[in-house]
């Protein structure tokens, strides 16, 4: 079952703050953050493993709350560059040999 | 920095057809990934594959698909009769070892797979 992320879209100016929220109905192992432009692969933006961690480089920052399934990602003082669409991937563990399930992504856009 | 390469980048053909789509995952990474994304629409998961077999798949990976690593580097997916819906941007990705920070799937370029 695909997690579910929100906001589905967030408009900002530059300089401004978000936060995008994905959730899970199964118990996770592990969040995988990225960030795609138009027509450009996935990149990896940051994992974060179960046991309930918070993670950041620069000014993007995530925390992963194990019991209730949930991982945000905080994109703080935004910057033009921080515009695409965000998906979290879940990966169950186990046996599921690291495949990601996707939620249907967060389009970000910042405006000078 | 090591990455993740798949070719051709844009492939067309026309419904019925067979197509290969390659990928040359980062060199000592052991688990490889096919995932494609319809356009507009999320990155879906496809096949998993380890130690030459197909570990996982989904419920779109059927018997048009499969994949093979015929050598040390390259990775293919084959899909044998191709049909419109097949139209999409497909990724590959490979990750180096089971846990840690070294879960983290690395993707190539994609293909854009566009059937007539």
């Known amino acids: 079952q695909q997690p579910v992320q929100s906001p589905q879209a967030v408009i900002l100016r530059e300089g401004e703050d978000a936060v995008i929220n994905c959730s899970s109905s199964?118990?996770?192992?592990?969040v995988h953050w990225y960030r795609q432009k138009h027509g450009e692969a996935p990149v990896f933006l940051m994992i974060?493993?179960?046991?309930?961690e918070q993670k950041g480089h620069d000014k993007i920052s995530a925390s992963f709350n194990e019991k209730k399934q949930q991982s945000s990602l905080y994109l703080t003082a935004s910057q033009l560059s921080y515009s695409g669409t965000y998906f979290c991937?879940?990966?169950?563990?186990?046996?599921?040999?690291?495949?990601?399930?996707f939620g249907q992504g967060t389009i970000l856009t910042v405006h000078p | 920095e090591p990455e993740v390469t798949q070719t051709p980048s844009h492939q067309v053909t026309q419904m019925g057809q067979e197509v290969i789509l390659r990928c040359v995952p980062i060199?000592?990474?052991?688990?490889f990934y096919w995932y494609r994304q319809i356009l507009g629409q999320k990155v879906e998961f496809l096949v998993s594959?380890?130690?030459?077999?197909?570990?996982?798949k989904s419920e779109i990976f059927d018997d048009q698909f499969s994949v093979e690593r015929p050598d040390g580097s390259n990775f293919t997916l084959k899909i044998r009769s191709t049909k419109l819906e097949d139209s999409a941007m497909y990724f590959c990705?490979?990750?180096?070892?089971?846990?840690?920070?070294?879960?983290?799937?690395?993707f190539g370029p994609g293909t854009r797979l566009t059937v007539l």
């Open positions: 594959f380890y130690n030459n077999e197909i570990s996982e």
């Open positions: 990705a490979s990750r180096p070892l089971w846990g840690g920070a070294s879960d983290t799937q690395y």
């Open positions: 991937g879940t990966n169950a563990g186990g046996t599921s040999y690291g495949k990601l399930t």
């Open positions: 060199s000592n990474h052991l688990y």
């Open positions: 199964k118990a996770l192992y592990s």
């Open positions: 974060l493993l179960k046991g309930g």
